[in-house]
C-alpha cells in the first residue's frame, strides 16, 4: 500500500517498479536543553552495560550533520550525481530522550531534504523518539533529562 500511494502520487507520473527504497534509522539526536550529556559515557560504564555508548561530541555536535550525510548518499553519488533512491523510510530513534527539540531538529532536518531532492520521507517512531534514552517512562526523570534550570521547558 505505501508503494502504491507513492508511486500514484498527485501530479506526478507512476514510478516504475522496480522501486528504490533509501533506509535510514537511529541518528538519536540529543537534547540541547538538559542533562543528556550523561556523565557516564566512559570506557568504564560501556563495560558495565556491554555496550558502546557514543561519545558526547557524536551525540551532541555531529549528530545532525551525520543525518544531512546519510541523506546526501542517498540522493546523490560523489560526483553530485543523482543516486535514484525513490523513498526514503526513517525506521525511528530520530531523538535520543523524545524531547521537543530534538523531534523538531529531525524533522526540520527530513523536511529541507524532502523539499529539495524531492524524495518523499516516511518517519516511524522508535522507542527513543517517545521514552526518555528509550526506556525512561517516569515523568519526573524524563523532565529532569530534557530541562536544564534556567532554559525554557523542553516537553517530552
Excluded: W
Excluded at 85 to 98: H, K, R, T
Amino acid at each position: 500500500m505505501l508503494l502504491a500511494s507513492c508511486a500514484l502520487e498527485a501530479g506526478k507520473p507512476a514510478k516504475p517498479f522496480p522501486v528504490k527504497i533509501g533506509l535510514l534509522a537511529d541518528s538519536q539526536i540529543t537534547s540541547q536543553n538538559g542533562f543528556s550529556d550523561f556523565h557516564f559515557r566512559s570506557k568504564s560504564a560501556d563495560k558495565m552495560v556491554e555496550v558502546s555508548i557514543r561519545p558526547p561530541a557524536l551525540e551532541r555536535v555531529l549528530a545532525k550533520e551525520m543525518l544531512q550525510t546519510a541523506l546526501n548518499k542517498l540522493t546523490r553519488d560523489s560526483h553530485g550525481k543523482t543516486r535514484g533512491v525513490d523513498i526514503i523510510l526513517y525506521l525511528g530513534d530520530a531523538a535520543n530522550s523524545g524531547g521537543a527539540d530534538e523531534i523538531e531538529a529531525v524533522l526540520d532536518i527530513l523536511a529541507k531534504h524532502r523539499e529539495q531532492s524531492g524524495i518523499p520521507v516516511f518517519i516511524i517512531i522508535g522507542n527513543h523518539d517517545y521514552l526518555g534514552a528509550g526506556n525512561i517512562t517516569s515523568p519526573g526523570i524524563r523532565f529532569a533529562m530534557l530541562n536544564q534550570m534556567g532554559r525554557p521547558d523542553n516537553p517530552a
